[in-house]
């Protein structure tokens, strides 16, 4: 009798923890870069800017046109609030103390400037402009009516702490020494950074970074700029200290309240053109008595910073305007080079805390913001049990959620647009450094 075999041919099968690693859940967290139809698919290295981008590019690059405040209500019924978001009420505390201390009181005309702003807050089509920038606006309010706080609750005025600490530090007192020989041509060299680009390099950074940079840095560096603002002025407050040009026109005597302020070298330009530019300016200045930290290097250095962040080739224009604006102050006589190594260290710090965790990184072949398909924020850092158990290396360490951090400090990208975007972290990457062109 024939025997027969009978092979049954079974389904190979694979332990239950690979099974649970290659579900469609788990492949769908595989960056872009590992796709393998794009990896060996040919790309050119520019892309359209606008006409054939993405329904995903121009969510994330174009503005908010909406004027209906119940899409903001709506908003902040499904938020989720996180302790960051203190820093709302912070500005808001010191929005209300400045407009409030402002002489004459005038009730009235003061609820319709708040009431007015909040308007501005709650439109999303000003809300994008207006919420990233409100620290910018707080700060300058702030500034402008720190001069109605009453004297006698006010901190002694410093007057040889700075030239004591300016010995220690360097041995010898610079301001005095690059203001000692002043020519007509060294006053303009000096007017230049301290008298213009002060005021209007801010505006075209940021016009810079909107265009060209990520979506959500403009933002970024709004928040940036305006809080370190308010730190420096409530340190110049607390801590007030006289410039150079004080100790060169009255010695070590002491100061008082009221005492006016001076346009030290700045005076030599008004005289120049003949024109009152800084002198009565810088006589009535609200802080006259604000030398430490020195918001002009701070600024300057927190420019360079995010600049040369988003555009690696300009970091040595960056750094020659830091040292040119940190040499017309002490050679235009306003502050001590202590002031400006305290103005350098806030301005770094805070750099350094938003690059970290919320500043977006730019991406090599993107011009434009309106190239950009998604945004990453903050830094990579390598996952090891990700890596191991998935296979694949570095990994985002977060993504955002920008549908409900748009009310949070430095967290909040504007998700509607404006100098925003949208994080989308498992779409497909255009770098070209993980592409084959076999």
């Given amino acids: 009798m024939q025997q027969t075999n009978t092979v049954v041919e079974t389904e190979p099968q694979l332990p239950l923890e690979w099974r649970e690693r290659l579900?469609?859940?788990?492949?769908?967290?595989?960056?872009?870069?590992?796709?393998?139809p794009r990896m060996f698919r040919r790309h050119s290295n520019k892309q359209p800017m606008r006409?054939?981008?993405?329904?995903?590019?121009?969510?994330?690059?174009?503005?908010?046109?909406?004027f209906k405040v119940t899409d903001t209500l709506h908003l902040l019924r499904t938020r989720r609030w996180s302790v960051l978001d203190i820093q709302q009420v912070v500005l808001a505390a010191f929005t209300v103390f400045s407009v409030w201390i402002v002489e004459p009181s005038a009730p009235i005309i003061k609820t319709s400037i708040l009431m007015g702003y909040l308007?501005?807050?709650?439109?999303?089509?000003?809300?994008?402009?207006?919420?990233?920038?409100?620290?910018?606006?707080?700060?300058?309010l702030y500034f402008f009516s720190s001069r109605f706080i009453p004297f006698d609750i006010r901190p002694?005025?410093?007057?040889?702490?700075?030239?004591?600490?300016?010995?220690?530090?360097?041995?010898?007192?610079?301001?005095?020494t690059f203001s000692s020989w002043n020519h007509p041509v060294l006053d303009i060299f000096a007017w230049f950074p301290y008298g213009i680009g002060h005021f209007?390099?801010?505006?075209?950074?940021?016009v810079v970074m909107f265009v060209f940079a990520a979506p959500g840095t403009l933002p970024m560096f709004a928040k940036s700029f305006g809080w370190m603002s308010i730190l420096g002025v409530t340190i110049q407050l607390l801590f007030p200290c006289t410039p150079p040009w004080?100790?060169?026109?009255?010695?070590?005597?002491?100061?008082?309240?009221?005492?006016?302020?001076?346009?030290?070298?700045?005076?030599?330009?008004?005289?120049?053109?003949?024109?009152?530019?800084?002198?009565?300016?810088?006589?009535?200045?609200?802080?006259?008595?604000?030398?430490?930290?020195?918001?002009?290097?701070?600024?300057?250095?927190l420019e360079a910073l995010?600049?040369?962040?988003?555009?690696?080739?300009?970091?040595?224009?960056?750094?020659?305007?830091?040292?040119?604006?940190?040499?017309?102050?002490?050679?235009?006589?306003?502050?001590?080079?202590?002031?400006?190594?305290?103005?350098?260290?806030?301005?770094?710090?805070?750099?350094?805390?938003?690059?970290?965790?919320?500043?977006?990184?730019?991406?090599?072949?993107?011009?434009?913001?309106?190239?950009?398909?998604?945004?990453?924020?903050?830094?990579?850092q390598k996952e090891k049990r990700?890596?191991?158990?998935?296979?694949y290396g570095l990994v985002p360490k977060r993504s955002v959620d920008w549908t409900n951090n748009e009310f949070t400090v430095l967290d909040s990208f504007m998700h509607s647009g404006s100098s925003s975007g949208s994080s989308s972290p498992t779409s497909v990457r255009s770098d070209k450094s993980y592409r084959r062109d076999d």
């Avoid at 940190?326 to 805390?353: E, K, P, Q, R, S």
């Avoid at 990700?386 to 296979?391: C, L, M, N, R």
């Fill in 246 to 301: 004080y100790e060169r026109l009255h010695g070590l005597e002491p100061a008082r309240y009221g005492m006016q302020g001076s346009p030290a070298g700045l005076a030599r330009i008004d005289a120049l053109f003949g024109v009152d530019m800084y002198t009565t300016s810088f006589t009535t200045a609200p802080v006259p008595f604000g030398a430490f930290p020195s918001l002009h290097a701070a600024d300057a250095i």
């Fill in 23 to 36: 579900s469609p859940s788990k492949l769908s967290t595989i960056p872009g870069r590992y796709n393998l």
């Fill in 51 to 66: 006409e054939n981008s993405s329904p995903a590019t121009r969510s994330i690059a174009t503005l908010q046109t909406s």
């Fill in 119 to 140: 308007l501005l807050l709650f439109m999303p089509v000003t809300r994008q402009f207006f919420l990233p920038s409100w620290p910018i606006w707080t700060y300058l």
């Fill in 306 to 380: 995010f600049i040369s962040y988003c555009f690696p080739k300009l970091r040595a224009l960056c750094t020659f305007y830091v040292c040119w604006i940190c040499w017309a102050t002490m050679y235009l006589n306003h502050h001590y080079a202590v002031d400006l190594l305290g103005g350098g260290i806030i301005a770094y710090t805070i750099f350094w805390v938003v690059r970290r965790y919320w500043l977006p990184r730019p991406q090599s072949g993107k011009t434009y913001r309106w190239e950009y398909e998604y945004v990453e924020v903050g830094r990579i």
């Fill in 386 to 391: 990700v890596d191991e158990e998935v296979g």
């Fill in 156 to 176: 002694d005025i410093l007057v040889k702490v700075l030239p004591a600490l300016e010995d220690i530090l360097y041995g010898t007192n610079f301001s005095n």
């Fill in 200 to 206: 209007g390099l801010p505006a075209v950074c940021s």
